[in-house]
């Protein structure tokens, strides 16, 4: 698929750090207890997506974890606004809802005592990864696809709504390609 770069409208640069805390620290979710990292089967990562318009840059972040606190969104934003200049409200900071993972969605004082250190170190690394993002800008175009995959499985419950139950088995594809037809980064819903 080749895309319209057409007047170097749109550059967006890409990066990607891993997150993973180390073995035997805590690790919870929304369906299991708090409980020691024995292994580590893939890390857990921030991905980070630049745009930029004209004058006007704005940052995706997403971390591999299931859920986040604000105090520790506010963190994150100020240290990729203070690394590259974007302003905060141009940051968005979201999770890709990891089923077991880092229980940052925890208020700060309800962390384990093993995360003061990771929390305090980790808006540096996101701000690090966003400012690779920000320095790899190139031209790039946008084009987006959408896929009916009936009888896709998810975790939501199901619904006697027949509109719900068709979007959820709607995937939604966002492709950035680069000038010259590389991918840059593939977005995707998933409900």
């Known amino acids: 698929m080749s895309l319209s770069t057409v007047d170097n409208l749109l550059h967006v640069g890409v990066s990607q750090a891993p997150i993973t805390p180390p073995i035997g620290f805590t690790i919870a979710g929304p369906e299991f207890p708090d409980r020691s990292a024995r292994a580590i089967d893939d890390d857990l990562a921030v991905r980070c997506i630049i745009f930029k318009s004209y004058d006007t840059t704005a940052a995706l972040v997403s971390l591999d974890v299931h859920g986040i606190a604000d105090w520790l969104k506010i963190l994150i934003s100020q240290a990729i606004a203070k690394s590259t200049c974007i302003p905060r409200n141009n940051i968005t900071v979201l999770t890709t809802g990891n089923g077991i993972s880092p229980p940052l969605w925890r208020d700060e004082n309800d962390l384990p005592d093993q995360y003061r250190n990771y929390v305090a170190y980790l808006p540096d690394i996101i701000a690090g990864t966003t400012l ?50 590389r991918t840059a980064c593939i977005l995707y819903n998933f409900a």
């Open 132 to 181: 690779d993002a920000a320095q790899s800008l190139e031209p790039a175009a946008v084009g987006t696809v959408t896929a009916a995959l009936p009888n896709l499985s998810c975790f939501a419950t199901p619904s006697n709504d027949e509109a719900l139950e068709t979007e959820r088995e709607t995937l939604q594809l966002t492709v950035i390609q680069t000038a010259d037809d």
